[in-house]
């Protein structure tokens, strides 16, 4: 798949997109430089609609910008992730705590036709179909307990995190487990069973956290 291909006269929300998108899929590195040059050839925008477009990926903490360097994907070290994710944790099973049962069969419906779409981005091998519908399968699930600033500040750190996710978006076996993990949600939903949904919630979180641990280690904490 080429990810870095040219794109004329796209706008500064799609530009973020794209990026978003190489970020959390590993096309584009933690500490890699995005060039404001190489940026304005690629999407034909103005100077000052790139700085917008780092601008608001600093905003999401995907990028850090440092003086004479430019603007880097957000790198972090093994404690900051294990930070990170321990404050999704809480926020997640706390927030598939306030869940009201029975879920309505409207809700479950728009969750099981999400989890169908994603199902067919792993299986087709389209992984920017799958990031996206598995950005929304969590949306919808979360939005379920009907608390927006709750919901406002899972988004913003799983935003955060998108650079130490990218090993359980592009492996196989890793978005096979994801897929079913999925499934396995809607069934706890279906059965009311809110201990086994902040059960499974918790456990979806660990292997991305697991594999960036696990390889900053291996590089020696580089």
């Given at each position: 798949?080429?990810?870095?291909?040219?794109i004329?006269?796209?706008?500064?929300?799609q530009?973020?997109?794209?990026?978003?998108e190489e970020?959390?899929?590993?096309?584009?590195?933690?500490?890699?430089?995005l060039?404001?040059?190489d940026?304005?050839?690629?999407?034909?925008l103005?100077?000052?609609?790139?700085?917008?477009?780092?601008?608001?990926l600093?905003?999401?903490g995907l990028?850090e910008?440092?003086?004479n360097?430019?603007?880097?994907?957000?790198?972090?070290?093994?404690?900051e992730?294990?930070?990170?994710?321990?404050?999704?944790e809480?926020?997640?099973?706390?927030?598939?705590?306030?869940?009201?049962?029975?879920?309505?069969?409207?809700?479950?419906?728009?969750?099981?036709?999400?989890?169908?779409?994603?199902?067919?981005?792993?299986?087709?091998?389209?992984l920017?179909g799958a990031?996206?519908?598995?950005?929304r399968?969590?949306e919808?699930?979360?939005?379920?307990a009907?608390?927006p600033?709750l919901?406002?500040?899972?988004?913003?750190?799983?935003?955060?995190?998108?650079s130490?996710?990218?090993?359980?978006?592009?492996?196989a076996?890793q978005?096979?487990?994801?897929?079913?993990?999925?499934?396995?949600?809607?069934?706890?939903?279906?059965?009311?069973?809110?201990?086994?949904?902040?059960?499974?919630?918790g456990d979806?979180?660990?292997?991305?956290?697991?594999?960036y641990?696990?390889?900053?280690?291996?590089r020696?904490g580089?």
């Open positions: 798949m080429q990810l870095a291909e040219t004329s006269s796209v706008s500064l929300e530009a973020v997109r794209l990026l978003e970020i959390v899929l590993g096309f584009l590195h933690p500490r890699e430089r060039v404001e040059d940026l304005l050839e690629r999407f034909g103005k100077r000052h609609v790139v700085r917008q477009v780092l601008v608001e600093e905003r999401m990028v910008r440092k003086r360097v430019g603007a880097l994907v957000k790198a972090y070290t093994a404690k992730v294990e930070d990170l994710y321990a404050v999704r809480l926020l997640e099973c706390q927030c598939v705590r306030l869940i009201r049962f029975p879920v309505p069969q409207s809700a479950l419906d728009g969750l099981t036709a999400t989890q169908k779409l994603h199902d067919e981005m792993v299986q087709s091998g389209n920017r990031f996206r519908a598995n950005m399968f969590h919808l699930l979360f939005g379920l009907d608390n600033v919901v406002a500040a899972i988004r913003d750190h799983a935003q955060r995190a998108h130490v996710r990218s090993s359980s978006l592009v492996v076996d978005l096979e487990r994801a897929r079913r993990e999925h499934w396995l949600i809607i069934q706890a939903l279906r059965d009311e069973d809110v201990e086994q949904l902040a059960r499974l919630c979806h979180l660990k292997p991305s956290r697991d594999n641990v696990t390889a900053y280690h291996r020696g580089q």
